[in-house]
């Protein structure tokens, strides 16, 4: 999953032993608002991948195959 949200660039992972790189990551964000909506709209995306509904269907077809 950490691989998934960096590549669509719709969040990222922090090391929890170094709680200053948090503030590194969300700075930007703060900043441009224009790359929080991007990023947003990137998660939004991702998420559609998996949804129930997606995955359900997914598992059925795997099943009856």
């Known amino acids: 999953i ?3 949200i960096e ?4 969040g990222f992972a ?5 709680p200053q790189d948090l503030i590194i990551k969300l700075k930007p964000l703060l900043e441009d608002k224009s790359l929080l909506l991007k990023m ?9 991948q998996y ?3 997606k995955l ?5 077809e795997l099943i009856i195959s």
């Open 51 to 53: 949804s129930r509904k």
């Open 14 to 18: 922090i090391d929890y032993a170094k």
């Open 7 to 10: 590549e669509n660039a719709c």
């Open 2 to 4: 950490r691989d998934e």
């Open 40 to 48: 947003q709209n990137n998660a939004h995306t991702l998420a559609q």
């Open 56 to 60: 359900g269907k997914a598992f059925h």
